[in-house]
C-alpha cells in the first residue's frame, strides 16, 4: 500500500536561504525548520539574521543559525558557505530570497503626461543610473551569484534544489519600478536556463513569484503613511487580486516546502505564481 505523503525526505537537510531575515523569507524559515530542516539565514544584516534564527530555532528545535554575506559579493559568500559546512555540514537546499525596489529606482508618475514634458524629474528621464544599477543588481546578479557558490555541494551529492523569489512583475511590469520588473523577469529567464543547464546533474530549479503583500521595501508604495489606509496604488492592487486582500507571508509555505521536496522531483524550470489569483486576472 502507497505510505502517506510527507515532507519527510526533507528532515536532516541543509538549506542556505539568502535574505531570510526578511519578511517573507522569515516565513519560509519557519516553513523549513517545521519539518525539520536545518537552515543557515545568510543575510546582509547579520543582527537580525541572528535573531530571527534563534526566536525559530527556539520554537522549533531546529537548528537555524545567523551567518553574514552580500550576496553581491562572491568572496563573501565563499567566506558564508565555509561557516556553513563547518556549522551545519554540506548544502542540499538554495533558496534565493534576498531582493527588493528601493525609491532611488521608482518613478514618481505611473503614466506620462503631456505637462510632464516639463517636469522630466518626476518620469523615467529622472531616474538616476545609480539606483536603478542597484536594483537591478540586487535582485539579479543577487540570485547568479549565490546559485554559483551555493550548489557547489549539490554537485557532489549529485542531487540539490534551488528556489528562486520571482515576482508579479515578471509576467507584467508594474508601473513605477522598472529596475525591479526587469530584473524579476530575468530571474524568471534564469531559473528556466539554469534548470536545463543542471538537469542532468540532479538539481532542480525552480521558482515561487509571490503575488502582493505588505513588507518594508514596498510599504512606502502601498500605505497612506498619515491615515494607515491603503495608498490609490494599494488599493488598485486589492481590487485587482481576485481574493481581495494582500496576502499573509504563511502564504509562501506550501508552495515553498512543495518545490524542495521530493514530492515535486519531476518538476525543474517553473515559476509558481502565489498570488490569490492576481496573475489569472484581466482586470474586468
Ligand atoms: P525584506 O526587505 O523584508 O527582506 C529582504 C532581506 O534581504 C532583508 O533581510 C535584507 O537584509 C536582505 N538583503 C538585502 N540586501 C542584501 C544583500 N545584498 N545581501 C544579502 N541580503 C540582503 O523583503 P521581502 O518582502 O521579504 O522580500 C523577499 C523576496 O521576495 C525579495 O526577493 C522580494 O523581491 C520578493 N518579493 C516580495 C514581494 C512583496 O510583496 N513583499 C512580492 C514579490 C516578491
Redesign the pocket.
Known amino acids: 500500500m502507497m505510505k502517506p505523503m510527507s515532507f519527510d525526505d526533507l528532515k536532516g537537510k541543509v538549506c542556505v536561504i539568502?535574505?531570510?531575515?526578511?519578511?517573507?523569507?522569515s516565513a519560509m524559515v519557519k516553513a523549513m525548520a517545521s519539518v525539520g530542516i536545518k537552515i543557515a539565514i545568510?543575510?546582509?544584516?547579520k543582527e537580525?539574521?541572528d535573531k530571527v534564527a534563534g526566536e525559530i530555532a527556539a520554537e522549533t528545535g531546529t537548528q537555524v543559525i545567523g551567518v553574514a554575506?552580500?550576496?553581491?559579493d562572491k568572496e563573501s559568500l565563499e567566506q558564508a558557505k565555509a561557516i556553513i559546512n563547518e556549522q551545519l555540514g554540506e548544502i542540499d537546499i538554495l533558496v534565493n530570497?534576498?531582493?527588493?525596489?528601493s525609491p532611488q529606482a521608482t518613478t514618481k508618475v505611473e503614466q506620462m503626461q503631456e505637462k510632464d514634458i516639463d517636469n522630466l524629474a518626476d518620469t523615467f528621464y529622472g531616474l538616476q543610473m545609480e539606483g536603478f544599477d542597484k536594483v537591478f543588481a540586487?535582485?539579479f546578479k543577487?540570485t547568479v551569484l549565490p546559485t554559483m557558490v551555493f550548489t557547489q555541494d549539490m554537485l557532489k551529492l549529485k542531487k540539490g534544489v534551488v528556489l528562486n523569489?520571482?515576482?508579479?512583475?515578471s509576467y507584467k511590469p508594474l508601473t513605477k519600478i522598472p529596475a525591479?520588473s526587469a530584473a524579476?523577469s530575468s530571474v524568471n529567464n534564469f531559473t528556466e536556463w539554469l534548470a536545463v543547464h543542471l538537469a542532468k546533474v540532479g538539481i532542480r530549479v525552480n521558482a515561487i513569484?509571490?503575488?502582493?503583500?505588505?513588507?518594508?521595501?514596498?510599504r512606502f508604495l502601498v500605505m497612506d503613511e498619515k491615515t494607515g489606509n491603503y495608498s490609490p496604488r494599494g488599493q488598485k492592487i486589492v481590487d485587482n487580486t481576485p481574493m481581495g486582500k494582500f496576502?499573509e507571508?504563511e502564504d509562501l509555505q506550501g508552495a515553498t516546502l512543495f518545490l524542495l521536496s521530493d514530492i515535486s522531483s519531476f518538476i525543474t524550470g517553473i515559476v509558481i505564481p502565489v498570488d490569490g489569483g492576481y496573475s489569472a486576472f484581466g482586470g474586468v
Do not use: C, E, R
Request: charged letters at 5%.
Open positions: 539568502t535574505g531570510g531575515a526578511g519578511v517573507l523569507g545568510a543575510d546582509i544584516n537580525v539574521a554575506a552580500n550576496v553581491l530570497g534576498a531582493g527588493g525596489n540586487l535582485n543577487g523569489i520571482s515576482s508579479m512583475n525591479y524579476k513569484a509571490p503575488g502582493f503583500f505588505i513588507t518594508h521595501q514596498n496576502g507571508p
